[in-house]
């Protein structure tokens, strides 16, 4: 397979069809090879317009929809950035040489070690991996100026807003249950969150931050 052409297609028929503006984000997806950050057996679905299994349970989002996310971060050159539930790392290696600095949180060890090779193999240096619980986020290297949970979420990640700038955004597939799957992205403005859905999308492998149970009398 042509992973050239069908990076190059990508850009075509997905992402600038359907806004993807940021010359930068577009250059990122134009070369990095997403195919190897899949599992090997799904490597020829790399490009597709669909997730595309990581491993170990694990799905990448679509192209279209990190590239959205990613986009809607407003990523700068001096802005620090947390990555939650990171798997293989690709959405970390699209955002690291856009940035300073990446911490990304994977809870499952595997994956971990399997991103960071990865990569380090992308010869992107600014990059910490820790292996923790993706909803706690990672207060030690706080306050960050973007984070992308990697998958769905079904509760807002309020914990998460204290780890952010007063300037900070995070960004995520927001999918409660029973409902349609949304990108969505909270941007800080001092202590005022204000959040919004950018477009329907296809559900996440992952669904983390489920709402806390609630307590009847």
């Known amino acids: 397979m042509d992973h050239h052409t069908a990076r190059q297609n990508l850009l075509d028929s997905q992402l600038r069809p359907n806004l993807v503006t940021d010359q930068a984000v577009l250059a990122r997806f134009a070369n990095l090879p997403r195919?190897?950050?899949?599992?090997?057996e799904h490597?020829?679905?790399a490009y597709a317009d669909a997730p595309v299994p990581q491993g170990h349970g694990r799905m990448l989002l679509s192209p279209l929809a990190l590239a959205c996310l990613v986009q809607a971060l407003q990523l700068k050159a001096t802005d620090r950035v947390l990555v939650l539930a990171a798997g293989t790392g690709y959405a970390v290696a699209v955002m690291a040489p856009l940035v300073t600095s990446v911490v990304a949180v994977e809870d499952n060890a595997y994956l971990a070690d399997l991103g960071k090779r990865l990569v380090a193999d992308q010869?992107?240096?600014?990059?910490?991996?820790?292996?923790?619980?993706h909803d706690k986020g990672h207060k030690a290297a706080a306050p960050y100026d973007a984070i992308l949970i990697d998958g769905g979420i079904a509760a807002t990640p309020t914990d998460l807003y204290t780890q952010l700038t007063p300037q900070g955004r995070l960004a995520a597939v927001w999918q409660p249950a029973g409902q349609p799957a949304q990108l969505w992205v909270a941007r800080k403005h001092g202590q005022t969150i204000l959040t919004e859905t950018l477009a329907e999308t296809q559900p996440s492998g992952l669904v983390a931050f489920q709402p806390k149970p609630k307590f009847e009398f």
């Open 35 to 40: 195919e190897k950050f899949t599992s090997h």
């Open 43 to 45: 490597a020829h679905l």
């Open 123 to 133: 010869h992107l240096g600014n990059v910490k991996w820790v292996v923790d619980e």
